[in-house]
T-cell receptor, first 112, second 113 residues
């Protein structure tokens, strides 16, 4: 049972490039989330999804897009990367809301 | 002021010592989650508290939510090097939704052998 799997683990982007952060879970959870974690700051919610086909903005959605075509996958798209998007990105899922989140190991992204 | 404050920011203890980490909210906590994070890894769920006065334990870690539901503490008894990491609290202050969880900035715990 893999839990929540994120790829890649590390990535360096140039300003203006685009990329997709992948997230997959095998726990059949309906709820999925994307967070970013910056040094000295708490986790900030970017986007979340309550089920396949349904997504909504979190606290810091600007510069990002998501899709949820299946229960298992919740990719995060960065268009026109900016230095302010340098961060560690975590994907998480939960069986219920409220309920404990299960996190992936994160993607460390640097935009230069 | 911080809406969710963790203290201390960092903590260095000798192996075998007890320690306490606090998480304080300016608003009522409808749910409080404790997580542990090791560098370069994701967050591992430790415990969830929802009722005032609730206390949960797992191995040598005990978490409590006060009666007023505005403060939670995480207590580690007889600390070991394996307890080292960053401890974060996550608070549900909206009344039943993961979408509005607020996370503390974390407490960095170092346990010296």
């Amino acid at each position: 049972n893999a839990g929540v799997t994120q790829t890649p683990k590390f990535r360096i982007l140039k300003i203006g490039q685009s990329m997709t952060l992948q997230c997959a879970q095998d726990m059949n959870h309906n709820y999925m989330y994307w967070y970013r974690q910056d040094p000295g700051m708490g986790l900030k919610l970017i986007y979340y999804s309550v089920g396949a086909g349904i997504t909504d903005k979190g606290e810091v959605p600007n510069g990002y897009n998501v899709s949820r075509s299946t229960t298992e996958d919740f990719p995060l798209r960065l268009e026109l990367a900016a230095p302010s998007q340098t961060s560690v990105y975590f994907c998480a899922s939960s069986y219920s809301s409220p309920g404990p989140l299960h996190f992936g190991n994160g993607t460390r992204l640097t935009v230069t | 002021s911080q809406e969710l404050e963790q203290s201390p920011q960092s903590l260095i203890v000798q192996e075998g010592k007890n320690l306490t980490i606090n998480c304080t909210s300016s608003k009522t906590l409808y749910g409080l989650y404790w997580y542990k994070q090791k560098y370069g890894e994701g967050l591992i769920f430790l415990m969830m508290l929802q009722k005032g006065g609730e206390e949960k334990s797992h191995e040598k870690i005990t978490a409590k939510l006060d009666e007023k539901k505005q403060q939670s503490s995480l207590h580690i008894t007889a600390s070991q090097p394996s307890h080292a990491g960053i401890y974060l609290c996550g608070a549900d202050r909206s009344g039943g939704s993961n979408y509005k969880l607020t996370f503390g900035k974390g407490t960095l715990l170092t346990v010296n052998p």
